[in-house]
C-alpha cells in the first residue's frame, strides 16, 4: 500500500481537499501509476457540482495525466514499470463488439455502459481517513497515484514530455479528433466552432488540419480570439455584438451555413444554434459538450438533410491511437502547447479550477 496525496471531493459544491490518501496494489489486470502531470478539464467541475451522471462521493477525480508505471498485476503484459503511460477515460478493452467493430471507438465498458466509480472487480483501490474513496472513470488522475485497469492506460514514447502530453488524456484527443474522425471535415471546407476552450481550440486546429478554407471561431470572451486565430480560426465573433442570432449571422457570413459545426461548450441552446449553423441539406453538426439538461430542437433543422453527431474522445480507439498521435506531436506534425495557460504545483488545485471557472485559463496544468 502507498501513501500519497490526493485531492478528494468529499462532497458536491465543496473545494477539494487535498489529504493523505492509501492506494492499493493493483490485482489482476491492473496497473498502478505513479502520475507526473495532470490536466484540469470542465467535466472535472461538472463532477465537483454534482452533475456528472452515476457518480459517487467522496470521489477522487481527475481524468487527464500521464505519468509512469509503479506496478503491474497479474496477467499484465503491454507494459511494465518504468513505462510512460496515460491513463485513458475510455477505455478500449479490444473484445466488445464496438471495440471489433473498425468505424467505432466506444468501449461497452465505458461509464455510460457501467459505472465506473468502483474498478472493474466492485472494490475501490482508495482509502482515506478509514473510508472507502470512489474512482473517477476508472482514472482519478488527481491522485500522486492511481490504480487503472490494463485496457484504460496507453503506453506512449519514452521521449513525450509528460508535462505536455497528459492533454491527449481528453482535452486534446476530444476536440483534435471531432473535425477529423467524426465530422470528416473535406478540404476546402468551411466550419464553425463554438467554445475556444481547451477542447473548442483543439477542435479549431483539428478543422486546420483536415483542410477547411475557413474556420468561425465563436465565443463570449474576445480574449479568447488572439489564440484562436494563431491556432487557424479565419474569423473570431462574440454572439454579445450582434442584435440577431449567432446562427443567423454566420448563415450571412458564408451565403448558406457552414459545411460542419462543432459545439464545445455544452450549453443546450449554443447546440440549437451550431446546429442551425450549419447549411440545411448537407451541413453536418458534431456535439463535442458535454450537457446535463435535455435539448428539445424544431425537426424542420433537421428535416431537409442536416446531420447531428455525437462524439466520444474525438473519434479514437484510445489505447491504438493515442501513442500514434504522441508520435505526430514529437514528430512535430502539431503543436498544442498554446492550449496550456498555467502550470501550478498540485496543491494549488483549487486555484486552477479558479482559473477555470474565470474564464482566464484555456488549460491548467498541475505537477506533482
Not at 23 to 36: C, M, N, S
Not at 103 to 125: A, G, I, M, V
Not at 303 to 319: A, E, I, N, P
Amino acid at each position: 500500500v502507498i501513501r500519497c496525496r490526493a485531492a478528494v471531493a468529499w462532497a458536491p459544491g465543496k473545494p477539494l481537499s487535498v489529504e493523505e490518501v492509501e492506494v492499493a496494489p493493483p490485482k489482476t489486470g491492473e496497473v498502478r501509476i505513479k502520475l507526473v502531470a495532470i490536466g484540469i478539464c470542465r467535466t472535472d467541475e461538472h463532477l465537483l457540482q454534482g452533475c456528472f451522471p452515476n457518480a459517487e462521493f467522496p470521489v477522487i477525480p481527475g481524468h487527464e495525466g500521464a505519468g509512469i508505471v509503479e506496478s503491474i498485476g497479474e496477467g499484465v503484459t503491454s507494459m511494465k514499470p518504468g513505462d510512460k503511460v496515460i491513463p485513458l477515460c475510455l477505455p478500449q478493452c479490444g473484445e466488445c463488439s464496438f471495440c471489433r467493430n473498425p468505424e467505432s471507438n466506444y468501449c461497452q465498458k465505458s461509464h455510460f455502459s457501467e459505472p465506473q466509480n468502483l474498478l472493474p472487480d466492485k472494490t475501490s483501490r482508495f482509502t482515506c481517513k478509514g473510508k472507502q474513496i470512489h474512482h473517477f472513470l476508472w482514472v482519478s488522475t488527481f491522485s500522486e497515484y492511481t490504480v487503472v485497469p490494463e485496457y484504460a492506460v496507453a503506453k506512449i514514447d519514452a521521449a513525450a514530455p509528460l508535462d505536455k502530453v497528459c492533454l491527449f488524456g481528453c482535452g486534446f484527443s476530444t476536440g483534435y479528433g471531432a473535425p477529423i474522425n467524426t465530422a470528416k471535415v473535406k478540404p476546402g471546407s468551411t466550419c464553425a466552432v463554438f467554445g475556444l476552450g481547451g477542447v473548442g481550440l483543439s477542435a479549431v486546429m483539428g478543422c486546420k488540419a483536415a483542410g477547411a478554407a475557413r474556420i468561425i471561431a465563436v465565443d463570449i470572451n474576445k480574449d479568447k480570439f488572439a489564440k484562436a486565430k494563431e491556432l487557424g480560426a479565419t474569423d473570431c465573433i462574440n454572439p454579445r455584438d450582434f442584435k440577431k442570432p449567432i446562427q443567423e449571422v454566420i448563415t450571412e457570413m458564408t451565403g448558406q451555413g457552414v459545411d460542419y459545426s462543432f459545439e464545445a461548450v455544452g450549453h443546450a441552446d449554443t447546440m440549437i444554434a451550431a446546429l442551425a449553423s450549419c447549411n440545411m441539406n448537407t451541413g453536418i453538426f458534431v456535439m463535442i459538450g458535454v450537457t446535463d439538461s435535455e435539448v428539445s430542437i424544431d425537426p424542420m433543422l433537421l428535416l431537409s438533410g442536416r446531420t447531428w453527431k455525437g462524439t466520444m474522445f474525438g473519434g479514437w480507439k484510445s489505447r491504438e491511437c493515442i501513442p500514434k498521435l504522441v508520435s505526430s506531436y514529437l514528430e512535430k506534425k502539431f503543436n498544442f502547447d498554446l492550449l496550456i495557460t498555467h502550470t501550478l504545483p498540485f496543491a494549488k488545485v483549487n486555484e486552477g479550477f479558479e482559473l477555470l471557472r474565470a474564464g482566464k485559463s484555456i488549460r491548467t496544468v498541475l505537477l506533482f
